[in-house]
Structures are given as C-alpha cells and as structure tokens.
C-alpha cells in the first residue's frame, strides 16, 4: 500500500505497505511533464513489488498468524526506515506530535486490518475492496460529475465481485478490507500534513515506529514465540524489505521522473497486480466474472484520477 504526499489526495495503492504498502511523506512534488519510461517502469516495479510481497506474507500466516506477519513486516520496516532516516526528535511541536502519531495508527491500523482481510479473502479481492477508499476520495476532492460515474462503476465491480460467490468472499473478510479502506483514506490525508511538518523520510521513519509500537502487542500474543524462530525472522525481514523497502525506493526514484497523475493512474492497476500475484503465489483462481470486476475497479480508478484534474 503506497500513497504520494500531493497537493490534494488523489488516488494511490499504500504498501502496505503497505503497503501496501506506500512512498515517503516528505517529498517534492513533480512539476507537470512528459513521463519517461524508466519511471513508468519504476512504479511498476514498485506496485508489484508491494502486491508480490503481501502474497509471501500470506505464505507465513499458518506459522506466524496474520497479526505476527504485519508485526513482523512493520517491526523491520521500522527499524530499517530509522536507521536510512535518523529522524531528527526535537524542535517538533505538540501539533507535528500529533499528526505523525495520528498517521502511525492509520498506517498500523491499515496494516492490520488488510492483513486480517487476505487471511480470509481472495487477495485480488481485498486489494479492490481496500481501493474503494482512496477512489472516493479522489471522487469526493474533484467534485466533478464524471466523479459519480467513476463511483458507479467501481461500485458495479464491486457487487459483481462478490456476487454468487459470497462462500469465498466472507462476510469477515470483507469487512477487514473495507475497513482498511479507511484507514487508507486517513493515512493518504495525514501523510500529507505529515510531509508538510517533518523533512525528508522523518515523519514516515516515526509513523512506521508508532505503527510497530500498535502491531507488535498484537502479534506476540497471536503467535508468541513462534516469532522468534529464524525461518518466520527471516521471512518476516524478506516481506519487509518486498513490500516496504523495495518500492519505498522505487516510489522515491519515480517521482523525480513522473507527474503526479501519471503515477496514480499507473498504482490504480493494483488490484489487477494483486489478483495476479494471488494466482501465482497462493493459486487463487478468479471466474471471469470476477477479472472482469477488478477490470472494471482499475477502470474507474484510472477515470476518476484522469477526471480528477491531477497534475
């Protein structure tokens, strides 16, 4: 799960991790102009990267459970974004203190929630349900009337995704990606005000270490000792680094090269990305009815960022 820290909250797919998924608060934004294909390839690598990652984190759940995996993936995050960083502590008021404490929850509370979702559910599917937060608040920010459109048809994708098939998409399930949903939307519009109040990587090196300070409680009383075991330590530090680290950089490089529109419209292809990644990793086949929900979610992401006037 990745997000950009712009002008105004457009539509972006976290890290998670992300994402995912996610790229560092902090960071100029790209003047409008021509796209170069290097950075076309750069968020590309970066968005498959974060869906790839959450795919092997699955792989762990059976040994870990779906709460030690993201405390594990959060933990290292952290501890690899503080020691690139070497965040700056003072000189910061009660106000920065609490955006970046406020945007740590929403990237652990995204985390966790997600987590929980592709424990349960397809993970193609979670990522498009888990995408309908940022789309409408992209929808909602460019308060045009081709927005609606947009929503109406990622909202058709949707029903269409979970109908005749609600034994594989759990009541359960869905509710964790919806509710990672908003919390994206929460981390999209505090990672911005994070950006505007911390330099460089700071403000998302002590966001990741307050989302590791939520997830890690949690994870030791899932699985315990389990954690400490060096195959879950080391797949645990090979997730991190996938579904963080890789497209943290990637993200960083990219936007040097990109608009700001050309890069959300380019993550707007996750949940396709993440079903393929499904399909790969865990063998989760999708109907063509389903393809052609998530087809119709990337759709409308991409028209209600192109619609969105984004520069």
Sequence with gaps: MTSTALDSPTFTTPTTTTPPTTSAPGLPRHSAGRGTLA?????????????FGSAFAALLFPRAGALGTVALRVAFAAVLLLAVARPRLRGHTRADWAVVCGFGLALGGMNILFYQA???IPLGAAVTFEVLGPLLLSVIVSRRAAGLLWAALALAGVYLLGRGDFDRLSVAGVAFALGAAAMWVAYILLNSRTGARFPRLDGLAIAMAVA???SLPLGIGS????????GVLGLGLVIAIVSSGVPYTLELLALRRLPAA????????APALAALAGYLVL?????????AAIAMVVAASVGAVRSGGGR
Excluded: K, Y
């Excluded at 050309?262 to 292809?269: D, E, I, M, N, Y």
């Design 262 to 269: 050309t890069f959300a419209v380019l993550t707007a292809l």
């Design 223 to 230: 699985a315990g000792g389990t954690l400490l075991e060096p």
């Design 39 to 51: 950075g076309v390839g750069l968020v590309l690598a970066g968005t498959v990267s974060v869906q």
């Design 283 to 291: 063998h989760q086949g999708l109907s063509a009815t389903q393809c």
């Design 118 to 120: 592709i424990d349960r």
């Design 212 to 214: 590791a300070l939520v």
